[in-house]
């Protein structure tokens, strides 16, 4: 589902529009809302310099992806994304992500604070995420229904 804020109602979001634009922006709600990558995709390592790892990912059999593939840059100290590239079935790319802030939450572990998403189609055009007010734990399960999306959960 997608709160579309116009309508001042949710939506229900069908899988064909998981690719759209959200909100207007130069993300799609395939990337805010899960493990595409993870899911989708196969990942092939090379080596891109002695600080960086480059993931090549290629579509899974039948995975319903619109990209012909996806390159994760990784760095290899704390193993940590710094850059995503989204590729047509041409092979052209199309988005990239680039990821700039981090925050340890735990030993070792590592919330994304900064990004930035630049539609590499359309030149100027860009969406910056900042992440300033985060909580990690369990999400109350009260916040997974139509009523919590349209007013909020607070825990």
């Known amino acids: ?4 804020p116009r309508l001042g109602r949710v939506l229900r979001l069908p ?11 130069d993300v799609s709600y395939a990337d805010l809302s899960g493990r595409d990558l993870e899911d989708y995709y196969q990942p092939q390592a090379r080596d891109a310099d002695e600080n ?5 990912l290629t579509p899974k059999p039948r995975a ?3 990209w012909g593939k996806v390159t994760l840059t990784v760095e290899k ?8 590239v989204y590729y047509d ?13 981090f925050a340890e939450y735990a030993p ?18 860009r969406t910056r995420f900042e992440v300033s007010d985060w909580k990690v734990g369990p999400v109350p399960d009260g916040c ?12």
């Open 1 to 4: 589902m997608g709160l579309q």
């Open 15 to 25: 899988p064909s529009g998981r690719n759209s634009r959200f909100l207007g922006s």
């Open 52 to 56: 960086t790892i480059l993931l090549e």
């Open 64 to 66: 319903p992806t619109p």
């Open 77 to 84: 100290k704390r193993v940590l994304p710094q850059k995503i």
């Open 89 to 101: 079935q041409r092979g052209n790319p199309v988005k990239e992500v680039v990821i700039s802030g």
């Open 108 to 125: 070792g572990r590592y919330l994304i604070t900064a990004s930035e998403v630049r539609d590499l189609l359309n030149q100027g055009w």
């Open 144 to 155: 997974f229904s139509q009523s919590a999306l349209e007013r909020g959960c607070r825990y």
